[in-house]
């Protein structure tokens, strides 16, 4: 987004959108804002730090990049052992094992700032 406006709700449905047909790097970049939510003058996420968790996990199983793999896993385990009660973590575990990616017609209109308003 060179010379626009940061927009992480913006941002969020993006990664989200590529999280659901199954890139890693959304799933990953989805995490990472739910993680630490985002409130601004323009924004506001709230953390949500079980579904950041599920997310990185989703990441962690993609083949895609050996790196991001890595290092998703590394951000669940963290997430997990800092922020997670045993059960969340085991609920969190079976949801992104079962989890499937989507068919991209499924996902409805594209995301834009218009629709935000």
């Known amino acids: 987004g ?16 590529a999280a659901d047909l ?5 799933a990953f970049f989805c995490a990472t804002i739910l993680l630490r939510g985002n409130k601004s003058a323009t924004d506001d996420i709230p953390s949500d730090v079980y579904a950041a968790y599920k997310w990185y996990k989703i990441a962690a199983s993609e083949k895609q990049s050996p790196k991001m793999q890595k290092a998703a896993a590394a951000l669940a385990k963290r997430v997990a052992d800092q922020k997670l009660a045993v059960d969340q973590i085991a609920r969190a575990d079976q949801e992104a094992q079962a989890w499937k ?3 991209a017609a499924s996902l409805g209109p594209l995301p ?6």
């Open 112 to 117: 834009s700032i218009a629709a935000e308003k």
């Open 22 to 26: 199954g890139n890693q790097t959304g």
């Open 101 to 103: 990616p989507v068919n």
């Open 2 to 17: 060179i010379g626009v406006p940061k927009n992480m709700n913006l941002a969020l449905q993006w990664f989200k959108r």
